[in-house]
């Protein structure tokens, strides 16, 4: 009789079906694919990311980057969602605070630090940086879940009774509109002086807290 608990390696082993290795190929290629992208946008701005250049650097022809992603609208979107992942990233990094107000303000900081560590990706996620590409659901969803910490502590401070205002939502929007449009003033050369700007910044964050929870910091 045939001891059941020695079990034959190689009759346990599950073989991968020529399917299931062509889409961890194809997925592996589209990885190496973004990263190659990515190195070349953070190297030299988003202008620079074309089908052709990135099929360079990854030394194949530009077809089978046109078969992965369909054009360079599909290759932006990557990006934009892998930008999404990096924000949510350093959100996460945050060290949460039992103080509300200034949990909130290591929020705000790490998306200032965001927006210079990973220019290239915010002005993709922001700026309108390829042209040929329009957020769709998708990608507003990933943005979405990459603020989630900010609705998260928003709700919170509300149900707190620390905010009057109600709807989350509309805070976020509120808060994420006056520090973005400093931003986007400065990467657009409106604030020459990073000083200037990160001034503006900090006292921005400031007024924000001051008007939503009512009492300085």
Known sequence: MQDSSKINPIAAHKATTYPDAKLQ????LKRSMIEAAASIMQQSGPEAVTIRRVAEKMECPTKIIYNLFGSKEGLAKELFLEGCKLLAAAFRDVPEDADLEMYLRGL???????????TSYYMVMFGGAFSEFKPEEESLQA????????ITIITKAIEQGLIAEKD??????L?????HGIIHLYLGGHIQSEWTAKNLYDRSVSHLIHTFFG???
């Open 175 to 179: 808060v994420w509109a006056s520090l």
């Open 215 to 217: 009492n300085e910091r």
């Open 143 to 150: 943005i979405g879940t990459a603020l989630q910490q900010f």
């Open 25 to 28: 190929h194809a997925e592996l």
């Open 168 to 173: 989350p939502i509309l805070v976020v929007n």
């Open 108 to 118: 705000g900081e790490a998306y200032w630090d965001f927006s210079r560590n990973y």
